[in-house]
Nanobody, 115 residues
Framework: QVQLVESGGGVVQAGDSLRLSCAASGHTFGSKATGWYRQAPGKEREMVASITSSGRADYADSVKGRFTISRNNARKTVYLQMNLLAPDDTAVYYC?????????WGQGTQVTVSS
């Protein structure tokens, strides 16, 4: 079955970096876009970054210049490099794919940034 497994979260200080990974399985990886979303306590889930099958990336304004999304089709993995982390980046980060009209989400990975 379709699986998305996130990893790489943790507790860091403001200004630090983290790299999140989303490993996909159970479907054809290379032809679909992938998105990273996050949800902070008491807030709605929001899109952070997305990348198309051809590698075109898009970012939320709040992370432009600090986050970079990339993909390795051979490893069926999408990455989110997060630099200059700030307390406002604290959230659970989720990987998302839409396959044939169905939304698939990973279980999420917690990122906590202390000031």
């Amino acid at each position: 079955q379709v699986q998305l497994v996130e990893s790489g979260g943790g507790v860091v200080q403001a200004g630090d970096s983290l790299r999140l990974s989303c490993a996909a399985s159970g479907h054809t990886f290379g032809s679909k876009a992938t998105g990273w979303y996050r949800q902070a306590p008491g807030k709605e889930r929001e899109m952070v970054a997305s990348i198309t099958s051809s590698g075109r990336a898009d970012y939320a304004d709040s992370v432009k210049g600090r986050f970079t999304i990339s993909r390795n089709n051979a490893r069926k993995t999408v990455y989110l490099q997060m630099n200059l982390l700030a307390p406002d980046d604290t959230a659970v980060y989720y990987c998302h794919r839409n396959l044939e009209g169905r939304d698939f989400w990973g279980q999420g990975t917690q990122v906590t940034v202390s000031s």
